[in-house]
């Protein structure tokens, strides 16, 4: 009989745990970042398990792509995305929707060069190639900007992944790579690389929200139980990754670095603050910089955007 007991409570223990598990499928740019983590540190803590979610985790390269993965149906939500992206894609007619703020200003963006090329500031960039991940990323917002901000001519170029671009920029086929930490923390403390320009050296993006997190808009018409359920998780993953050092652990798992350096990536370049995820702000900064930059044909004001924002958790 007690055999009987324990394999039905094993059994209940399972359904509950898992037949009954609601699947998501989540998009994360770039893997091993802090900020696109917090879904992977939520996950390895149980926090979206408790909530009843399966997620399905695939990573890309940012920008357009990761905005065609939602458009296409192959994921529900992605992460951590360029806002000007979306309100280009929005313009156009696309099936997205802003269900929260992912990152206020850009603390964690830098641009570097090689130590022994001579490029030390945003002045040394004319007619220097300037590395962003991919078109629509916020990565290309910055860099736009801040040739635009400092009247240089570069050339900014897409380099994809934060990888990839380190080896163009060591091997001399680009001259400035752009990377967030823990990338390059070790590399600017040898002396091998310096710094060359920051997201933050923008005055007017420091509180504008430069990245989002956003949805399949037909799949949150259909599933909006699901996404509101989602979006709790995460941000309660958002706060215990930032109250228990045991997110420092899984960080430096997933970005393949020492501790030390993940908590001072952590500490150094990802204030808490500017990772709030209730209010998008700046939008007329957003769209000034959508039609400068040629993201929109047009100027559009925050009533006709009004539509791509669908926050899910307002701020209590």
Do not use: C
């Amino acid at each position: 009989m007690r055999k009987h007991f324990v394999l039905a409570a094993t059994l209940t223990t399972f359904l509950s745990g898992t037949a009954f598990a609601e699947t998501l499928k989540v998009a994360l740019p770039q893997k091993g970042n802090w900020d696109t983590g917090i879904v992977e540190f939520g996950v390895k803590a149980g926090i979206f398990k408790e909530a009843g979610l399966d997620i399905e985790i695939s990573y890309t390269a940012g920008g357009a792509a990761t905005v065609q993965a939602v458009i296409s149906g192959s994921v529900d939500v992605a992460m951590q995305t360029g806002l000007l992206g979306l309100i280009g894609a929005y313009a156009k007619g696309a099936p997205v929707r802003v269900i929260s703020s992912a990152m206020t200003g850009s603390p964690d963006i830098y641009w570097y060069a090689r130590a022994d090329k001579n490029i030390k500031s945003i002045k040394d960039a004319t007619d220097k190639t300037m590395s962003y991940s991919a078109a629509g990323s916020s990565s290309h917002l910055l860099a736009l900007s801040l040739l635009d901000q400092a009247k240089i001519k570069g050339k900014p170029t897409a380099t994809g992944g934060i990888p990839s671009t380190y080896t163009q920029v060591m091997s001399g086929q680009i001259d400035i790579g752009w990377a967030v930490p823990p990338f390059g923390v070790e590399d600017l403390k040898a002396g091998k690389i310096n710094i060359v320009a920051k997201g933050n050296d923008l005055e007017e993006i420091r509180d504008t929200t430069v990245r989002v997190n956003f949805a399949n808009a037909d799949s949150l018409k259909t599933k909006r139980a699901l996404f509101v359920k989602f979006s709790e998780a995460y941000i309660k993953s958002l706060e215990w990754s930032y109250a228990n050092d045991k997110a420092i652990d899984y960080f430096a798992e997933s970005a393949e670095v020492p501790r030390a350096v993940a908590l001072e990536s952590r500490n150094g370049f990802y204030p808490k603050e500017a990772m709030q995820p209730y209010d998008v702000r700046g939008l007329k900064v957003s769209l000034q910089q959508a039609v400068d930059f040629k993201f929109i044909p047009k100027p559009m004001d925050e009533k006709e955007i009004a539509g791509l924002f669908d926050i899910l958790v307002p701020k209590k």
